[in-house]
């Protein structure tokens, strides 16, 4: 894959996050229970992907690699167990996928930092793409969360503008503007760690 075909993977992977952000807690109990099954299919399509890649991963930062590599087998084993039935299973499962995701996106910055060339370039793919997934998880626990209502509300407000405007930046980027991209993936992953850090 070329340079600016994982831009654009990438982008197009926060953009979702964006668009679930603003969307996805319109949703009832039963509708978000539903959202949630199809989301962590999703989640497991994204680890088939990226097992090949996570594979042949150079040892360019090997503690952070093999740390990487780690967290991805506990994503994989994580969203490959039996599937929650009840409101209270899916809640407990959201909650440790939340974690899972976490870790992983921790390592994959961590590798992305002191990594090299290509394994530096996947790590950054990978970790803004993890923030697209978590988004999507973590707003569909709100959804099943009726306490947390009020807070969603409150949040949205602050930040309804912010996600307008990466809506917009998202949409209008290419790979010629690098400084816009880097300046929109900073934004998107302080928006997106500000709405993890919420709940």
Do not use: C, H
């Not at 319109?26 to 539903?34: D, I």
């Not at 996570?54 to 690699?65: G, S």
């Not at 870790?103 to 950054?124: G, I, P, R, V, W």
């Not at 949205?156 to 990466?166: C, R, V």
């Amino acid at each position: 894959m070329n340079l600016k075909e994982e831009f654009n993977k990438t982008v197009n992977s926060v953009k979702q996050g964006l668009d679930q952000l603003s969307l996805q807690l319109t949703l009832g109990k039963k509708e978000a229970m539903e959202e949630y099954q199809k989301q962590k299919k999703n989640i497991q399509q994204w680890v088939q992907e990226k097992q090949p890649m996570i594979d042949e991963l150079k040892e360019e930062a090997n503690e952070e690699v093999q740390e990487l590599k780690t967290k991805f087998n506990e994503l994989k084993s994580r969203v490959n167990k039996k599937a929650a039935q009840t409101e209270e299973e899916i809640k407990k499962d959201q909650q440790e996928l939340s974690a899972t995701l976490d870790e992983l996106q921790d390592e994959a910055d961590k590798l992305e930092n002191k990594a090299e060339s290509s394994t530096k370039s996947f790590a950054a793919n990978m970790s803004s793409q993890l923030d697209g997934l978590q988004t999507k998880v973590r707003s569909l626990s709100v959804a099943l969360r009726d306490e947390a209502k009020e807070e969603w509300k409150e949040f949205q407000e602050d930040n309804k503008e912010n996600i307008e405007n990466l809506k917009t930046k998202a949409g209008e980027f290419t790979e010629e503007a690098k400084e816009e991209w880097d300046e929109f993936k900073a934004e998107a992953k302080a928006l997106f760690k500000k709405f993890r850090s919420k709940f």
